[in-house]
């Protein structure tokens, strides 16, 4: 089994601010890494795919990078709506497992 | 777009089988390309993928659950099920239904299809499994 490990659990940041999130993966996952946005009583949204791709609709504050073990997730400008918890997610193996998520807060 | 909608029980009791209908609109469920996903996740807690079936009725399930899990497509009516034997409370769950996306990646120099992202999803639906 592939362990995704995302840090940190959570974070309170102001609005404007730089916000980034890590995912460290237990093996090489070369860059099967997606990322997704979850607000608070909704599902789950995709907002990056394949490491560092912008899924469509998705504002250009969001971005990803990363291959290997070693991943990033950083909204540039952190806004009001972006509060929510974020999940990576790998594909590297049949069984996707996802990371534990970090919660992202207003300060 | 495509879009999902989660049907069933909210309430199961234990030791029965927990049973879910994902209906797609504005796609067909037997296009190529897409697996027809279950994830489920405890209120206040992570996801977790439970398995998925393919549009050719292929199907892979969560290595813990392959004894109770049975994901089934219904091509008639454009949906696709979920049916968990054996519930306890440790199912309680918001279940989501998903598509994913097919996608190629290269395993030991083979390119090989493989499941990739989930979108879109279901709204989710809240299943308690409780006497």
């Known amino acids: 089994d592939i362990q995704m490990t995302q840090s940190p659990s959570s974070l309170s940041a102001s609005v404007g601010d730089r916000v980034t999130i890590t995912c460290q993966a237990s093996?090489?996952?070369?860059?099967?890494l997606n990322w997704y946005q979850q607000k608070p009583g909704k599902a789950p949204k995709l907002l990056i795919y394949t490491a560092s791709k912008l899924a469509t609709g998705v504002p250009s504050r969001f971005s990803g990078s990363g291959s290997g073990t070693h991943f990033t997730f950083t909204i540039s400008s952190l806004q009001p709506e972006d509060i929510g918890t974020y999940y990576c997610q790998q594909y590297d193996m049949l069984r996707l497992s996802f990371g534990g998520g970090t919660k992202v807060q207003i300060k | 777009q495509v879009q999902l909608q989660e049907s069933g029980p909210g309430l199961v009791k234990p030791s029965q089988t927990l049973s879910l209908t994902c209906s797609v609109s504005?796609?067909?469920?037997?296009?190529?390309?897409?697996?027809w996903n279950w994830i489920r996740q405890v209120p206040g807690k992570g996801l977790e993928w439970l398995g998925y079936i393919y549009y050719d009725g292929d199907t892979f399930y969560h290595p813990s659950l392959t004894s109770r899990l049975r994901i089934s497509l219904d091509t008639s009516k454009n949906q696709f099920s979920l049916r968990l034997t054996s519930v306890t409370a440790a199912d309680t769950a918001v279940y989501y239904c998903?598509?994913?996306?097919?996608?190629?990646?290269?395993?030991?120099?083979?390119?090989?299809?493989?499941?990739?992202?989930?979108?879109?999803w279901g709204q989710g639906a809240l299943v308690t499994v409780s006497s």
């Open positions: 504005g796609g067909s469920i037997t296009s190529g390309g897409y697996y």
């Open positions: 998903a598509r994913g996306v097919s996608v190629s990646i290269t395993l030991f120099g083979d390119v090989i299809p493989r499941l990739g992202w989930l979108d879109p």
């Open positions: 093996q090489d996952i070369t860059n099967y």
